[in-house]
């Protein structure tokens, strides 16, 4: 069944820096990959998803890219701001969605 | 519109019990998953159902179960628990179908087994 690996496991940054999460799988059958953002005691959040026929999608700050040949996907945030901090998990779905274990990201003022 | 809606909230147990868990997804949707989330494991796929027909499962024991009823809502059900049961139970609902699998999640049921 599908894999996912997701690193790093914790990352902080100073606001304004760039922050980059980066995601494989293991299933090539895998068309859909979505990014959900967990805040502290809430639930997660879907903030991004690319399909496989897509190579990179942008969505103000936040911007995936997918390679589909490496089997791996990555999450960019730019300009980052003190409220992105929160856990990040990417997921990977052939015919269930899959999780990896998520990053935590600290954004320091 | 409502979002998906978890009861319990929280839940105290201990080990040998079983336990039910609902969830209420938002109108509509016709896909129900349940997940395990646990610090350090992320999310763990426990089932999906889809028209009241368990569509795919996750590897957890036949302790887990789970049924979905004509009005979309679910329930999860664990028996015999163990210590290791503690964690957020999470479900999400979607509109479910190709190309219409964006979960919604709802709140969570924190159980705690002692």
């Known amino acids: 069944g599908e894999n996912v690996e997701q690193h790093p496991s914790t990352l902080s940054v100073q606001e304004g820096d760039s922050a980059v999460i980066k995601c494989t799988y293991s299933?090539?059958?895998?068309?859909?990959f979505p990014w959900y953002k967990q805040e502290l005691g809430k639930r997660p959040q879907l903030i991004i998803d690319i399909r496989s026929n897509v190579g990179e999608k942008k969505d103000q700050r936040i911007a995936v890219t997918l390679n589909k040949t490496a089997k791996h996907f990555s999450l960019h945030i730019t300009e980052t701001q003190p409220e992105d901090s929160a856990v990040y998990f990417c997921?990977?779905?052939?015919?269930?969605?899959?999780f990896g274990t998520g990053t935590r990201l600290q954004v320091f003022p | 519109k409502a979002g998906v809606t978890q009861t319990p909230r929280y839940l105290i147990k201990t080990r040998g019990q079983q336990v039910t868990l609902s969830c209420s997804p938002i109108?509509?949707?016709?896909?129900v998953s349940w997940y395990q989330q646990t610090p350090g494991q992320g999310l763990q796929f426990l089932f999906e159902y889809f028209s009241e027909t368990q569509r795919n499962k996750g590897n957890f024991p036949g302790r887990f179960s789970g049924r979905q009823f004509s009005n979309s809502r679910s329930e999860m059900n664990v028996s015999t628990l163990e210590l290791g049961d503690s964690a957020l139970y999470l479900c999400?609902?979607?509109?479910?179908?190709?190309?219409?699998?964006?979960?919604?999640f709802g709140s969570g049921t924190q159980l705690s087994v002692l």
């Open positions: 109108s509509g949707h016709r896909s």
């Open positions: 997921a990977a779905r052939t015919d269930k969605l899959i």
């Open positions: 999400a609902s979607s509109p479910g179908g190709q190309n219409n699998e964006k979960l919604f």
């Open positions: 299933d090539s059958a895998s068309n859909y």
